[in-house]
C-alpha cells in the first residue's frame, strides 16, 4: 500500500478548550503521518471556531492514521496544544474518499470537533468483496489472482 498520495484538507473546527483567557485564539493545523509533517497556516482570531484553507500532500506509507494537532499560535511564548485528531486511513480504503467530523481531544478527554477532508490519489483499490454476475462468484485477490468456482445449482460445479 505504498504508492499514491494521500491528502488531507481540515476544513474547520468547533473547539471547547480555550487556550487564551484573553482574546481569541490563532489556531493552526500540523498534521503528521509517520515522518511527513506539514504545518497549515493559522486563523488570526479564529477563536473557537476556526476557518483554514489548507491542503497537505502525503506520499503514501504503511501508516494506518494520519494525526492532527491543533495548536494556538502565541507570539510571547511557545505555541499552546489545543488538542489531537485522528484520521483513520481505513476511513478512505473503500471509497477513496472522506468527509466529516473528527473528535478533537486534549489531555485524553474530548476538546470539540475538526472537519475533515481526505482523499487518496494515484492509489488502486482493491476489492476485497467478492462480486456476483448472475450466479457466479468472482473474487479477485490481492496480487491479481481470480477465483470462480461456477457452481451450478444442487453444489455441482460446471
Given amino acids: 500500500m505504498s504508492q499514491g498520495n494521500l491528502i488531507i484538507r481540515p476544513i474547520t473546527a468547533n473547539l471547547t478548550h480555550d487556550t487564551d483567557t484573553f482574546g481569541a485564539?490563532?489556531?493552526?493545523?500540523?498534521?503528521?503521518m509517520g515522518d511527513q509533517k506539514?504545518?497549515?497556516?493559522?486563523?488570526?482570531?479564529?477563536?473557537?471556531?476556526?476557518?483554514?484553507?489548507?491542503?497537505?500532500?502525503f506520499s503514501r506509507t504503511e501508516e494506518k492514521s494520519v494525526?492532527?494537532?491543533?495548536?494556538?499560535?502565541?507570539?510571547?511564548?511557545?505555541n499552546d496544544l489545543i488538542g489531537f485528531a485522528e484520521v483513520p486511513i481505513t476511513d478512505l480504503e473503500n471509497t477513496g474518499r472522506f468527509s466529516g467530523w473528527r473528535t478533537v481531544y486534549y489531555k485524553k478527554k474530548p476538546a470539540g470537533q475538526i472537519m475533515v477532508e481526505a482523499e487518496l490519489k494515484?492509489?488502486?483499490?482493491?476489492?476485497?468483496?467478492?462480486?456476483?454476475?448472475?450466479?457466479?462468484?468472482?473474487?479477485?485477490?490481492?496480487?491479481g489472482q481470480?477465483?470462480?468456482?461456477?457452481f451450478q445449482q444442487g453444489g455441482q460445479q460446471q
Wanted: glycine share 8%; aromatic share 14%; net charge negative.
Fill in 67 to 78: 494525526f492532527l494537532e491543533i495548536r494556538d499560535e502565541d507570539d510571547m511564548s511557545s
Fill in 38 to 57: 506539514h504545518r497549515g497556516k493559522t486563523h488570526t482570531d479564529g477563536g473557537k471556531h476556526p476557518k483554514w484553507n489548507d491542503t497537505f500532500v
Fill in 25 to 32: 485564539m490563532d489556531p493552526f493545523v500540523i498534521a503528521m
Fill in 146 to 150: 481470480q477465483f470462480n468456482p461456477n
Fill in 122 to 143: 494515484g492509489y488502486p483499490k482493491q476489492s476485497q468483496y467478492p462480486t456476483f454476475d448472475n450466479q457466479n462468484v468472482n473474487v479477485q485477490f490481492q496480487g
